[in-house]
């Protein structure tokens, strides 16, 4: 008797659960093809059902995942790393949140904040449940980002860094060899000779425009007061000073500019190299994008 109440009893339970687990992974399947079909919007809203009615569910923790990714995916950065942040805060000790630390510092990557991806890749490196993969990728993108430091960065605290000091080292060692621009070099060279600071960091047409824009200010004031008529040299020099400052700027940020384009080159090679910059499969991480000048 007491073997078929038993029996009962887990059929009834086996009974109740089938249905409930089969919907639970219909629910999720759902929204992961929405997530495969670049649906990110959708993705969302489903998401965010799920985890209205099935807050505890076993699929919880992914659809969480699941809407910061849709956001990230559909370009809507700022608030992707919220939702990941959000995760994180909710479940520290998950299993999954070295991988969201790993996320958002990509993102970090692709925003040109390298101190702050360095953060979260220590964060997950040194978080307790963290795989050995997702340690070892941190641990090359430390290496990577705290070798290619230029003196206009973020002052980062390398000795406090869980990072391969070899490897490290030997990238800081090739780093060394690129060649960058100083900014303070094109400032003077724009200040003395309008267009000479753009020449300097390799952008000519910017550098032909800002002599021939300065050179005709400067010599329709020459011509105005030579001529005695004040009032148009001093609105001809009034205006040539707002060109000329513009010049020694553009040369300024251009010199910035050149040197973050060696930076980034120098970082996709690498973690190419290295195999922690995947090209598929990986929306948060948009070097290449950024290779621009």
């Known amino acids: 008797m007491r073997i078929s109440h038993l029996f009962i009893a887990i059929s009834l339970t086996i009974a109740i659960a089938m249905p409930v687990i089969a919907e639970d992974t219909a629910q999720r399947e759902f929204t992961t093809h929405l997530f495969n079909q670049k649906d990110y919007y959708r993705t969302i809203t489903e998401a965010k059902r799920y985890l209205f009615f099935n807050p505890e569910g076993p699929s919880s923790e992914e659809m969480e995942i699941l809407i910061g990714d849709a956001y990230i995916a559909g370009g809507d950065l700022k608030q992707g790393v919220a939702e990941y942040n959000a995760f994180i805060s909710r479940h520290e000790n998950s299993n999954r949140s070295p991988e969201i630390e790993y996320k958002i510092a990509k993102i970090m990557i692709s925003e040109h904040d390298y101190a702050t991806a360095i953060t979260h890749f220590q964060k997950a490196i040194t978080h307790p449940k963290v795989s050995q993969a ?114 020694i700027y553009s040369a300024i940020s251009g010199a910035h500019k050149y040197n973050r384009l060696k930076k980034d080159k120098f970082i996709l090679k690498n973690s190419i190299d290295l195999g922690v910059y995947v090209i598929h499969d990986d929306p948060t991480l948009s070097i290449a994008t950024h290779i621009s000048f």
């Open 134 to 247: 997702v340690a070892e990728k941190s641990k090359k993108w430390t290496a990577i980002l705290s070798a290619s430091h230029l003196p206009t960065d973020p002052e980062i605290q390398i000795t406090a860094l869980e990072v391969d000091d070899k490897l490290r080292l030997e990238l800081n060692s090739e780093f060394q060899k690129v060649e960058f621009k100083n900014p303070s070099t094109a400032g003077i060279l724009s200040g003395i000779l309008p267009g000479a600071g753009q020449w300097y960091v390799g952008r000519h047409q910017d550098a032909k425009t800002a002599f021939i824009l300065n050179g005709v200010f400067i010599w329709g004031a020459i011509e105005a007061f030579n001529q005695s008529n004040t009032g148009v040299g001093a609105m001809m020099l009034l205006f040539e000073a707002g060109w000329y400052t513009g010049n």
